[in-house]
Every structure is written in structure tokens, then in C-alpha cells.
């Protein structure tokens, strides 16, 4: 158990929608980062928040957005859901800007797009 | 430029050593980390290198060589739990693809 919790688990979308998916951080950690993860890959980094702020983008179009509320919990969205969007999306807490310091991933939403 | 190269599959004996490499490109990092990631799970922490030479932490140890663009990770007394995908990071943004580490008994 890191701490970190991911809702929901697994979600079935239909191409040209919107989802939302949530992550509540490890206490005491102001950092999340989201990843997006395709079968048999590595995570690839979506942005990261910090205080609240966006601290860094990785290379996704602006339909992938976020939001860090002041209980440092998050949202990742998805606008014109693509069937390429089908993945496992990883939130990751840490304490700092997580250059140096762990992070602690949660289990991660499956999300599928038909 | 800024990938993290690592082998896509090792195999490896119950109690042997197994190393995974992961090398790179980019020179400027702060520091390159491992995390395992059993399937259906979320990847859990094993190590960070800031600094080159060994960290070693239980079974676990990580290596890293600035010079020679690489890094590696050391398991020791390999037990069939260790089965799982092994993955590289490079400061926050960039992991590797992973590497599937096969037990057997």
C-alpha cells in the first residue's frame, strides 16, 4: 500500500467523449505526477502539478489536462477520447518536484475507449 | 536523445544475480532511478543513483557510471517473486521500457 488512490479502477469510454480520472496523494506529499502506460511499455509522463500549478508537460496534445486542489489530490482529463487513449493512467505522489525523491505510484484506471 | 535504452527480456535461475542495464543519451540529469512493476500492479520504488558508483539496498543495488552513459540494476538471491517488469527512470519524466525479468525454478 503506497498511500496513493485512483478512481476509478477500470472505465469503458466511447470515442469523442470526456473522462475524468482522480487521484488522492500520500499525506504529506504536494507533488502528482500522471503517466500514461501502453501494454508492454514504459509509463510515459503526461505533466506533473506542484502547489497547485502545472510543472512540467510531456509531449500530449492540450486535450489532456489537469487539475492539483489545495489538498494536493488531482484530476487527470481527456477530451475527444481517441481510441490510442486506451491505456493504464498512473498518478504518482511525491514529496518535492520528485527529481531526486521517490515517488509512490497508485494502481492505476484502466481505461478503455471503443 | 532523451530515451532510456534497457534489454526487453532477461532470464534468470532461482537464487542466481541478474543485472539489467539501462544507458542513455542525455548527459544532463539529476539522477536515474529503478522501480519493479509486478503485472496488473503499480510500479513500486527500488532504488536511486545521484551520484555514480553502487547504492545497495538489501538484494537490491543500483549502479550508475555518468562517464560510460549507463546504469544498472544488481538483484541478488533471486527468488521466484522477483518475476515482474523492471523499468528505468530518469529524473521524473523519462522511463525506460522496461525490462521482463523471467524466474526460473
Known amino acids: 500500500e503506497t498511500g496513493v488512490t485512483q478512481s476509478p479502477t477500470h472505465l469503458i469510454k466511447t470515442r469523442g467523449q470526456q473522462v475524468t480520472l482522480r487521484c488522492s496523494s500520500q499525506?504529506?506529499?504536494?507533488?502528482v505526477s500522471w503517466y500514461q502506460q501502453a501494454l508492454g511499455q514504459g509509463p510515459q509522463f503526461i505533466f506533473q502539478?506542484?502547489?497547485?500549478?502545472?510543472?512540467g508537460r510531456g509531449n500530449f496534445p492540450p486535450r489532456f489536462s489537469g487539475l492539483q486542489f489545495p489538498n494536493y489530490s488531482s484530476e487527470l482529463n481527456v477530451n475527444a477520447l481517441e481510441l490510442d487513449d486506451s491505456a493504464l493512467y498512473l498518478c504518482?505522489?511525491?514529496?518535492?518536484?520528485?527529481?531526486?525523491?521517490?515517488?509512490?505510484f497508485g494502481q492505476g484506471t484502466r481505461l478503455t475507449v471503443v | 536523445g532523451q530515451s532510456l535504452e534497457q534489454p526487453s527480456e532477461v532470464t534468470a535461475v532461482e537464487g542466481a544475480i541478474v543485472q539489467i542495464n539501462c544507458t542513455y543519451q542525455?548527459?544532463?540529469?539529476?539522477?536515474l532511478s529503478w522501480y519493479q512493476q509486478h503485472d496488473g500492479g503499480a510500479p513500486t520504488f527500488l532504488s536511486y543513483?545521484?551520484?555514480?558508483g553502487l547504492e545497495e539496498t538489501g538484494r537490491f543495488s543500483s549502479f550508475l557510471s555518468r562517464s560510460d552513459s549507463y546504469g544498472y540494476l544488481l538483484l541478488q538471491e533471486l527468488q521466484m517473486k522477483d518475476s515482474a517488469s523492471y523499468f528505468c527512470?530518469?529524473?521524473?519524466?523519462?522511463f525506460g521500457k522496461g525490462t521482463r525479468l523471467h524466474i526460473l525454478p
Open positions: 543513483n545521484a551520484l555514480d
Open positions: 542525455t548527459s544532463g540529469f539529476y539522477g
Open positions: 502539478y506542484y502547489r497547485e500549478e502545472e510543472n
Open positions: 527512470r530518469k529524473d521524473k519524466i523519462i
Open positions: 499525506s504529506g506529499h504536494n507533488t
Open positions: 504518482a505522489s511525491s514529496k518535492a518536484d520528485g527529481v531526486g525523491t521517490e515517488a509512490f
